[in-house]
């Protein structure tokens, strides 16, 4: 068992890889909400 482990990428390693992998994937679908979310409060304030 201890030679399969070997070949393997440690996990601190993959659960770095998949946080990265997670953020690049909601931080633009964050930044448009924001976004969204600040023009929507400035028309308020025209209206």
Sequence with gaps: ??????NTVSTPDIEQ???RRVIWRILPFLVVCYLI???DRGNIGVA
């Design 37 to 39: 979310a600040i023009i």
């Design 17 to 19: 890889q998949t946080v």
């Design 1 to 6: 068992m201890s030679e399969k482990m070997n």
